[in-house]
């Protein structure tokens, strides 16, 4: 009778605790951090540095810089875009945090504003010197090549636009759900239509359709966690949907296969950004549901270094061209002229081009990265402390009746 009870107790105490851990998989901020989230964007912002470092060509003539990718000398290289494009996750757990957040319109704006702007101004700051003595001296091609190493700052610009409207973003949320998403996909479509045909040209319809279809991403990742707390099959609808979508834009709808521009293509997916974005965010989407348990399992075990990455991430966002910038300048005057053309030779090299540019990374990063306050961040991420990363970037998200939970913009 007694091991009877002690066996039914126990059971009683398993069936709890496994409630207990489904709970917890079914809402990701239930211990004041969403480590997936963390994971997602270190490894996407990994892949972005990577590629810029790895896969640019870049060749020098007297008018500037020019630069390119193998995507378009590669027979079915375009393939692998649909899975390293990482940019539409970027926005999608932007939007995803964002709509957790219950600030009050001015003081989220003021929030994000003060968090992701002062990083990035030393740059801007140097490359406008560098910039302003280049053009007094007549060096046309060296404010070229200014402005190609700030280029990638233009998500963050973006991303400061859809921070000003995420308090009204919130609030379509809330009264038309997937209804806003719908819309904003039919006014891409839209836009693509006129722009193909030639109906509308101009860099400020180009502008607005950048910050139009990464809207309609960033409100597309307001949905993610429905979207995990909804049974499995609708994250299979959702990946297939999204990358069928994709496959029948590149068949049919006249957009090309690549999800990055290539010189072969008349027309690019993401300058600007078009329909293709909105479907590949879509399948992300879908995908990194499907993968969030084992991905969650991966998370749980190195929160030590997703606290690291996270400390770190906008010093390396901010100066990761800059020290590629140092070592195909080095490269230049020790070797001579790099190779731009793709072939067996050029593929050979790709190993000391993703590993070179940290001889100027690495003490770049210490002189301009968090320091004592990063470390301090990366100990309190690697506790579980609920307020997680407090270096410039991050993403504390207020809700309402919950821990707040953290993360960091790229």
Request: aromatic share 10%; with cysteine; glycine share 10%.
């Amino acid at each position: 009778m007694s091991t009877d009870a002690a066996r039914t107790s126990a059971d009683a105490a398993t069936d709890a605790a496994r409630t207990h851990t489904d709970a917890a998989s079914a809402d990701p901020a239930s211990d004041g951090r969403d480590v997936v989230i963390d994971l997602v964007r270190a490894g996407a912002l990994f892949v972005v540095v990577a590629w810029h470092w790895a896969f640019t060509t870049l060749r020098w003539s007297d008018d500037g810089p020019h630069v390119g990718n193998p995507i378009g000398e590669t027979p079915g290289l375009w393939a692998a875009t649909w899975f390293l494009q990482v940019m539409p996750l970027f926005f999608l757990v932007g939007g995803a945090l964002h709509a957790r957040d219950r600030r009050d319109g001015a003081a989220f704006v003021r929030h994000r504003f003060g968090r992701l702007v002062p990083p990035v101004l030393p740059l801007l700051g140097l490359a406008v010197l560098v910039a302003l003595t280049a053009g007094v001296v007549g060096r046309v091609d060296l404010v070229r090549g200014v402005v190609l190493m700030i280029t990638p700052l233009w998500f963050l610009a973006v991303y400061l636009v859809l921070v000003v409207i995420t308090p009204l973003a919130r609030r379509v949320h809330d009264r038309s759900g997937l209804w806003a998403v719908t819309a904003g996909v039919v006014a891409v479509g839209v836009v693509d239509r006129l722009t193909f045909t030639g109906r509308i040209s101009g860099v400020v319809p180009m502008l607005a359709e950048y910050v139009l279809t990464w809207a309609v991403v960033h409100q597309l990742g307001f949905h993610l966690e429905d979207l995990r707390r909804a049974p499995r099959v609708a994250a299979w609808a959702t990946c297939l949907g999204g990358f069928g979508l994709l496959a029948a834009g590149a068949a049919w709808w006249g957009y090309p296969p690549s999800m990055v521009g290539t010189s072969p293509d008349p027309i690019s997916n993401m300058m600007p950004p078009n329909l293709m974005v909105v479907f590949l965010a879509v399948g992300q989407m879908g995908l990194l549901v499907l993968a969030d348990r084992w991905l969650r399992i991966w998370s749980e075990r190195h929160r030590d270094l997703l606290g690291t990455a996270g400390a770190w991430s906008m010093t390396v966002y901010v100066w990761h061209m800059l020290a590629f910038a140092a070592f195909w300048g080095l490269v230049v005057v020790a070797v001579g002229p790099v190779r731009s053309a793709v072939d067996g030779d050029w593929w050979l090299q790709r190993p000391v081009w993703l590993i070179g540019p940290l001889l100027f990374a690495v003490p770049l990063f210490h002189l301009t990265g968090p320091g004592r306050d990063g470390r301090r961040v990366a100990a309190r991420s690697r506790r579980g402390n609920q307020q997680g990363p407090g270096e410039p970037g991050d993403d504390h998200v207020e809700t309402t009746g919950r821990a707040r939970t953290p993360g960091t913009m790229v």
